[in-house]
């Protein structure tokens, strides 16, 4: 199965594409992780993005587009993949089709983890990281027993820069803008499957999983 997972900061992307690839037996491929693996490596690419990412830029797209070509053509992408955090526009979403038909494939679902923007800021908002150690805490639904408190390691909790409600917002608006024009590129080729994000995880990754084999049994097989 080939497909690319879409939804707002804060859905839970990050969490149910490992479940899901795991779950379908294809690599999770996420534009952070192609950057890294670049960087680490010492690529032309990597040391091409590196030189953005060190001054704080956006890396171009021509850059982030090259390297997902790169990835896309490893062996074990071959006969599947997940993308997360790619596309991220429609201009994007345009060149993957390109680059699918180069590799004699086509994509065959984008999963839609919808949620909410409230939640959303109720989500990221809540979330408090310990100077110390990294733990991640969230008020609500995982609070420390001290206030401020890391209980892992008695660290200093606080809340990132990103994570503040007026940051969160407006990465919300940036996502509506720019990544939710997405679903209707996609849908007009009835190849969205929209998810309820809400609830426990357990429960949503059952949602996803239920409808990638809804969508997979009306992919006909490839000639």
Known sequence: MRLVLVGPPGAGK????AFIADRFGVPKISTGDIFRAN?????????????????GDLVPDEVTIAMVRDRLAQDDAAEGFLL???PRNVHQAAVLDDILTE??????????????????????????????CGHVWHLEFDPPSAEGVCDACGG???QRDDDRAETVRHRLH?????????????????LVEEVDALGPVAEVTERAVAALERAAGRVAPEA
């Open 14 to 17: 990050g969490t149910q594409a």
């Open 39 to 55: 960087v680490s490596q010492g690529t032309p690419l990597g040391q091409e993005a590196k030189k953005y990412m060190d001054a």
């Open 103 to 132: 590799l004699g494939a086509r994509l065959d679902v984008v999963l839609e983890l919808a949620v909410d923007d409230e939640e959303v800021v109720r989500r990221l908002s809540g979330r408090r990281t310990c100077r110390s």
């Open 174 to 190: 940036v996502y509506a803008e720019q990544t939710a024009p997405l679903v209707g590129y996609y849908g007009e080729r009835g």
């Open 156 to 158: 200093e909790l606080f």
């Open 84 to 86: 997360d955090g790619f």
